[in-house]
């Protein structure tokens, strides 16, 4: 059956003309700017709905990749209203429909690579779904299944505090620390965290030294810096914010790269020896829209919070040989 066009490409350019945009009926490559997806939001957007403008650059980028992909079945001949209205039915189902969509389509190329035996390419889209992962927000941690008892001994904390402020009409305030660092912080011992870990082993190790990383090193994780918590906690507590609420700088990085990052701030050339040892998930994401409702955001980069607890770690190390 011969189908009608339903919009034609004349109409596509009028319509760019119009928006000052660049013809999208002669795409090549579905690449969208900030600046163009900004043009067509403001035309589509509801008023009632907040839609980030880099969710809705992203959603228009996936819709034109598969109007230029499959050429057959784009009805729309790449239209810039039209597709911002299509974008805008994906976000009103959820919010994160173009992450969830880009983790089944790595899920999907991972099993095809398994399938064709290709070990070297599974090992790359694993790191890339670890990366891609949906982002843990606060209310999502209901129902709860975490991956290990220390899990749940923080969210069965969580309850008693909540059972308790009921009881007793108390304010309660949850904040969940996203790997908190800094001087003055746990070192040694077994209970330290990460990067006070590899500031100690850097410390001890001299230059051209090895250190012992448990794992392959690809683990990713992110990491807070004691400041930028301490911001988030007074304004928390002066808040009306009830339940859990997510305080962690979002800089993701490898184990290997934090322990590079550590060994340059050290001024040291060091080996990384990987051994076998407890690693936890592959990756653990997390979400902040609640502490920066409050207008909450981390000032102090990776770089420079180990730059300030490098040269604490290494005073305590030099203590302990005295």
Request: charged fraction near 30%; charge should be neutral.
């Amino acid at each position: 059956m011969q189908l009608p066009e339903y919009i034609s490409k004349d109409e596509v350019k009028r319509i760019c003309r119009e928006l000052k945009l660049k013809d999208w009926s002669k795409l090549k490559k579905p690449e969208v700017s900030a600046e163009d997806a900004r043009k067509i939001l403001a035309i589509v957007k509801p008023a009632d709905m907040d839609i980030p403008l880099e969710d809705f650059r992203v959603g228009l980028e996936v819709e034109l990749e598969h109007g230029t992909q499959f050429a057959d079945a784009n009805v729309t001949n790449n239209h810039p209203i039209l597709t911002g209205k299509i974008v805008l039915a994906h976000l009103y189902e959820t919010m994160d429909y173009y992450k969830r969509l880009e983790v089944a389509e790595i899920e999907g190329d991972i099993l095809k690579a398994l399938k064709a035996k290709n070990l070297a390419k599974v090992e790359a889209l694993y790191r890339k779904l670890a990366k891609a992962r949906l982002e843990l927000s606060e209310e999502e941690a209901y129902p709860a299944l975490p991956d290990n008892e220390y899990g749940w001994e923080k969210l069965y904390a969580e309850r008693m505090a909540m059972a308790y402020g009921r009881r007793y009409g108390m304010a309660v305030r949850i904040a969940r620390f996203q790997n908190t660092y800094g001087p003055e912080g746990t070192w040694e011992g077994g209970r330290e965290k990460a990067p006070a870990a590899l500031c100690r082993k850097i410390a001890e190790a001299p230059d051209g030294g090895e250190i012992e990383v448990w794992g392959d090193g690809t683990a990713m994780r992110a990491y807070t810096y004691i400041d930028d918590l301490l911001d988030g906690i007074i304004l928390l507590v002066h808040s009306d914010l009830e339940d859990g609420v997510n305080i962690g700088r979002k800089e993701y990085v490898s184990v290997d790269g934090l322990a590079q990052t550590v060994a340059r701030v050290a001024g040291k050339r060091i080996r990384i020896k990987h051994v076998p040892g407890p690693v936890g998930v592959e990756a653990r994401n997390f979400r902040n829209d609640r502490i920066s409702s409050l207008g909450w955001t981390s000032r102090v980069s990776l770089k420079e919070g180990l730059s300030r607890t490098y040269p604490w770690v290494r005073s305590q190390v030099e203590a302990r040989k005295k």
